[in-house]
Each structure stands twice: as structure tokens, then as C-alpha cells.
């Protein structure tokens, strides 16, 4: 649960995620600002802060700064917290997410009327319809198709030309994880896949993604790349990749688990 209109001072202290347009205030020397709320580089109104949760038995708060700090070198992804640790990072995808959502549930989007939190649950209620909404969140699935000393990548036209993934893609409605697992590769590279393996979870806040991995068998089928998705896809020699995603990421334990798997 997320808490607000808690009671806060000036004077009282926390780890502070600022968040401006989906970025984290970070310091020089790349870390989430900490101690007193009157020390920090905004001003904040003490009843538009969030408590997230702890970290290192220390409280952390969601502040979101509506553009007062203009200098563009202090704003930067949550990808950087990535390789520092995995709880911080998890509560850097909350407090992101959270503040996506209260910025664009401010009206009600039935009848237009303003929304409020409510106290008990994170979801924001229209008094006068009672429409009630909860932050979006966006079921994704990454698959890790293998065969014997190789496993395939594809390569998003989004990414830069050499690095490559496990094939990943959007639950639809009324589609259970395997069933888009199953899916989404016959889509992306026109292959047959079978024995799925759930691998974990991964919050993933560009904006309100749930990553969640699986590995599967290559079944059959040739390598077609879908238009527009996917610029090049290939079989890779499990001791020998090209540039893949870093092992903080779900994709790339993924990968690392296949690698392992491969030298027993």
C-alpha cells in the first residue's frame, strides 16, 4: 500500500524520489537524494507526498516536482539504479509509476468531475459518479527459446544496430501469459515453441510494465521477423553472444540461465 497525507516536517528525513516526466532526481554522484525534506532542491508541499516503503530501515517518500528544477543534467533514468541494487530499483519503478498515475487521474474520465485518493487502497475515487481507478499496470512477456548450444535473439528496430534479445511482447485482453508467450513469438519471428518455464517477475516503469520471463524449447519453424518489430533475428551460439541486455535486467538473467544451462 502507498500512503499519503501522512504528517510531515521540514524537518523530518528520508530517501526522496523526485520524479519529473518519468525522470529521477539524482545527485552529482548519481544517488537519490536523502536526509531532511527542508534540504531539499524543490519546494515541497508536505501533503503531496507519498510514502513508498523503507529501505535500509530508512523511509522513503515520492516527491513529484512540477518542472521547478530546470536543469536538465540532474534528471535521469531509473535504468541507473539498475547495477546499484534491486530494491532501490523496485522502489524507483513505484514511485514512477506512482506518479504517472496521479498525474493522469486528476479527472475522472466518466464524467470529467475531479478525483481524489482514497485512504485505504492506491486508487483514486470520482465522488460524484463514483468511477474508481487504479494504476495501470501492463503485463509483458519475455521468452528465452532455446535448442541444443543455442538460443535465439531478435533485435527491436527500436535498438541500436548489434544488440540483441529474448523475444518479448504484451499481454492482450483475456490472454493468459502463456497463451501471449506462445503468441507473441510466432508473431515476432514466426516460430513453433513448447515447454514453457515461468523464470520470475521484473517491475518495469518506461511507463508501467510487469516483466514477466519464461523459457521455452524451439518446436520448428524458420526465422521471419514481423515487420516494424523486429529488424533481425538469428540462432547464436550460446559461448559466443553478441551485446545483450545487463543481468540486472530479467532478459538478461534469462540469457545467463540459458548460458549456464548450456555448460553443465
Known amino acids: 500500500m502507498i500512503k499519503h497525507s501522512i504528517a510531515l516536517t521540514r524537518q523530518s528525513q528520508g530517501l526522496w524520489f523526485i520524479v519529473n516526466k518519468g525522470r529521477l532526481y539524482m545527485t552529482e554522484d548519481g544517488l537519490l537524494p536523502q536526509g531532511r525534506l527542508g534540504s531539499l532542491a524543490i519546494a515541497v508541499d508536505p501533503e503531496q507526498i507519498c510514502w513508498l516503503g523503507e529501505y535500509q530501515q530508512q523511509p522513503c517518500y515520492l516527491v513529484v516536482d512540477h518542472d521547478q528544477v530546470t536543469d536538465d543534467s540532474v534528471w535521469h533514468s531509473a535504468r541507473n539504479l539498475l547495477n546499484q541494487d534491486e530494491m532501490l530499483f523496485q522502489l ?29 487502497e492506491l486508487a483514486a475515487l470520482c465522488n460524484k459518479c463514483g468511477h474508481r481507478c487504479y494504476p495501470r499496470i501492463a503485463p ?58 515461468y523464470m520470475g517477475s521484473q517491475p518495469w516503469p518506461f511507463p508501467h510494465s510487469l516483466m514477466t520471463g519464461f523459457t521455452a524449447n524451439y518446436q520448428g519453424g524458420d526465422i521471419v521477423c514481423q515487420p ?27 540469457i545467463r540461465y540459458l548460458q549456464q544451462k548450456n555448460s553443465r
Open 228 to 254: 516494424n518489430e523486429i529488424a533481425e533475428a538469428a540462432w547464436f551460439d550460446l559461448t559466443k553472444l553478441p551485446e545483450v541486455p545487463p543481468v540486472e535486467t530479467l532478459s538478461g538473467k534469462i
Open 92 to 120: 524507483a519503478a513505484r514511485a514512477l509509476q506512482v506518479a504517472l498515475f496521479l498525474q493522469t487521474h486528476r479527472f475522472c474520465g466518466q464524467c470529467g468531475s475531479a478525483m481524489h485518493l482514497v485512504n485505504w
Open 140 to 197: 509483458c512477456v519475455l521468452v528465452g527459446i532455446s535448442r541444443p548450444g543455442q538460443i535465439l535473439l531478435a533485435r527491436s528496430t527500436r535498438h541500436k544496430a548489434g544488440f540483441f534479445s529474448i523475444l518479448a511482447g504484451f499481454v492482450e485482453s483475456a490472454e493468459t501469459l502463456e497463451q501471449a508467450a506462445v503468441r507473441e513469438v510466432k508473431e515476432e519471428v514466426g516460430v513453433k515453441i513448447s515447454h514453457l518455464r
